[in-house]
């Protein structure tokens, strides 16, 4: 008696591209010397328009320096910004600035500490996110020196004005809570979007004393010419 054939597997096709690593082999260069092929790169990844392993700078010793020194500034600025925070905290700034001041008030003075050094401390994290952005992509240039070393000042005044203007009720919002966070978040938020705030505070300007009239005295000088 014969046994009943068992049906044939199927045979494995070992040349079946599915079955081959994803990474192809390395070749051989015109030189002799084996060149892998360059790994995928995430699209995430900032190559800076630079080639695997170019790691040299591209900006002469001079820039360097310079680059150095601004860097070292904003990082300064930073620290000054943590340790006003700290001391205001503390109360070391308060209990300093109203010695021997009846009328002054430590929690008015740490309110407006708060403003200004968040706002600093935006200011500062704004500058230094921007120079390492134009330092990479190779657009750091001296024009922009004046610009990044009063940016994070202006950004502590605007944030003081802005807290002023919003707990005099200006903005429409009137602030009632003392906490030393609210304080913070205002602040902060004033100086990392500085630009925003002067445009709000464009808008309040036009509000309150007009907007002012386009000067077209040039323009029609002009069209005669």
Known sequence: MSLPK?????????????????????????????????????????????????????YPDEARIKIRYESIYVGAVFVLCMVGIFLTWRGTLAMWATTGCIDCSPTTFNQFSYLFFAGLLGGSLFGIKYLYKVVGRGRWHLDRLTW??????????????????????????????????????????????????????????????????????????????
């Open 6 to 58: 068992s049906p044939e597997s199927p045979k494995l096709d070992i040349s079946d591209s599915t079955l081959t690593p994803s990474r192809s082999a390395p070749s051989e260069g015109k030189s002799g010397e084996v060149a892998y092929p360059a790994e995928e790169e995430s699209e995430h990844l900032n190559t800076d328009g630079r080639k695997a392993w170019e790691w040299q700078s591209k």
């Open 148 to 225: 990044r070393i009063f940016s994070p000042w202006i950004s502590g005044g605007l944030a003081l004005a802005i807290g002023a203007l919003m707990d005099a009720g200006i903005f429409g919002v009137a602030s009632t809570d003392a906490k030393a966070s609210s304080y913070f978040s205002v602040g902060f938020i004033a100086g990392y979007f500085a630009d925003s705030a002067l445009a709000k505070m464009q808008e309040i300007a036009n509000t309150i004393f007009g907007k002012p009239e386009k000067d077209t005295s040039d323009a029609h000088h002009d069209s005669k010419v």
